[in-house]
């Protein structure tokens, strides 16, 4: 257990150069992208993580070749039936956020059948991001607040939050970009206001329980103080 860790979202960038480096198709670097995926999913359990957020196809991602999207989606079916049992038995609750309503009916059915399966677990809280945008979620919170027949004008924080798909989850305590990136492509806008973000140049194939952990460590190592003064976080001021 870290302290004042909860929530570790990531944004598994680099499948595509790691493949490229090694002379192979961009799906072959989505295949190993899916068992990192698995093995950081173990290893956060391990360490005692309560909710993981794997950011694993936005919004944006329709616009890559098609042939690129299909070999997603049957890469995300396979990771499914492969996995499922695993993931049931060791206590992991699955969770997607994102707008489903565009993929293939067999997936979204398959989904929600995983969904439903793992829903009696507690011991991490694995979210997947499919079709997610932040700009996207935020859009779709605001038509359930007006469909919900919510006065506007006195909107709070709180009303707002339990419309985004993350309504289950707090905000993330820290965010991981592997891949080299310095940006955040449409992730948890709303979510990440106060999170610690962690970037690294190792590609998301590359990533495994030893990088986690200097994540981690760099984590422990932070001072997080809301808006407030490191004398009032350290109760050094009277
Ligand atoms: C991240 O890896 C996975 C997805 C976006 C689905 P990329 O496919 O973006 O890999 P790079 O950035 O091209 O190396
Ligand atoms: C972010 O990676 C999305 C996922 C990891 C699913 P991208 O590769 O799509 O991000 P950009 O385009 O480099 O910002
Ligand atoms: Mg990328």
Redesign the pocket.
Known sequence: MIPGLEHVAI????N?RWAKLRGLSRLNGHEQGAQAARRIVEAARERGITYLTL????S??WN?PSSEVEGLFRLLERFIDTEIHRLKTSGVCIHTIGDMSRFPETLQNKITRTLQETSGNTEIHLSI?LN?GGRDEIIRAIQRVGRLGVNVTTLDEQTFSDQLDTSFMPDPDLMI?T?G?W?I???LLWQMAYTEIYFTDIL?PDFDENALDEALTWFSGRQRRFGLTSEQIEGTTS
């Open positions: 944004i598994m960038d680099g595509g950011y694993a196809f936005s944006e991602n890559r991001a997610y970009r891949g990136e940006r492509s449409n992730f998301w």
